[in-house]
C-alpha cells in the first residue's frame, strides 16, 4: 500500500472531474413552470422541442429555462412564478394573472419541452426573441442561446447576433408548426450544434 503525504495542498493528487447532476432535477423544477403566459390572453404562443445530445439522442432529466418580453417589447417585473403558501411554505405556482416572462421546464422522458409564453416583442435594435438557459447532464457551466420566432424576416434578416453567426443562423430560428406553435430542438453538440453564448 503506497501512502500518500497530504500534510500540504502541494502534495494532494488532484481527483477526477465529476459531472453535474442531474441533482437538480429534484429541487428546480416547479409546477406549471412552463405555463408562463396567463390564462386566455390572446398573444400566447407555444414553443416546444427536444434536448438533444452530441449522438442526437434526447436528454430525459435537461432544464430549460425561457425569458421573455411582452408583446410590446417590455420586460415584465412583475413576482409570483415561485409564489409561496404564508402559512404551510408549499408552492402555490403562478397566480394566473401576471406575466412574470419567465419560466423554467423539466424535459420529459422523451427529452421534449415546452413552454407557453406570449409573443415577444422586439427591443433594442433585434428582432424578437426568447432567452433561454439550459442544464443537462455532463455540463459543468449552464448554456446560454436565443429563441427567434420566424415571423418578421426584415428583422431577422437586420438582428446583429444572427448577422454575426453567419450560416448558423438558423440554429437559433424555431420553425412554424402551425398559428402560434413553434418548434426549436436544442442541439448541445455535433453536426447542427445549437449557437451558445457567453455573456461578460
Keep these: 500500500m503506497t501512502k500518500i ?3 500540504g495542498p502541494e502534495q494532494v493528487p488532484p481527483t477526477p472531474s465529476h459531472t453535474v447532476g442531474p441533482f437538480y432535477g429534484y429541487a428546480l423544477p416547479f409546477r406549471g413552470g412552463e405555463d408562463i403566459a396567463p390564462l386566455g390572453h390572446p398573444d400566447t404562443v407555444t414553443v ?3 434536448v438533444l445530445d452530441g449522438a442526437g ?3 430525459p432529466d435537461a432544464l ?3 425569458w421573455g418580453p411582452r408583446p410590446d417589447g417590455t420586460v415584465p417585473k412583475a413576482d409570483g412564478s415561485l409564489r409561496r403558501d404564508p402559512a404551510t411554505g408549499g408552492h402555490l405556482g403562478r397566480n394566473g394573472v401576471e406575466f412574470t416572462g419567465w419560466g423554467r421546464i423539466q424535459t420529459d422522458a422523451d427529452g421534449h419541452w415546452y413552454a407557453r409564453t406570449l409573443r415577444p416583442g422586439a ?7 426568447l432567452s433561454v438557459c439550459v442544464f443537462a447532464r455532463g455540463l459543468l457551466v449552464h448554456l446560454f442561446t436565443r429563441i427567434y420566432l420566424p415571423d418578421d424576416e426584415t428583422a431577422l434578416a437586420g438582428d446583429p447576433l444572427l448577422t454575426r453567426v453567419g450560416d448558423r443562423r438558423g440554429t437559433l430560428i424555431a420553425g412554424t408548426e402551425g398559428t402560434g406553435l413553434y418548434r426549436f430542438d436544442i442541439r448541445l453538440q455535433g453536426e447542427g450544434e445549437t449557437v451558445f453564448l457567453e455573456y461578460q
Aim: aromatic share 10%; charged share 20%.
Design 5 to 7: 503525504d497530504t500534510s
Design 48 to 50: 416546444h422541442g427536444y
Design 57 to 59: 439522442e434526447p436528454l
Design 64 to 66: 430549460v429555462e425561457v
Design 123 to 129: 427591443r433594442g435594435g433585434s428582432a424578437p426573441y
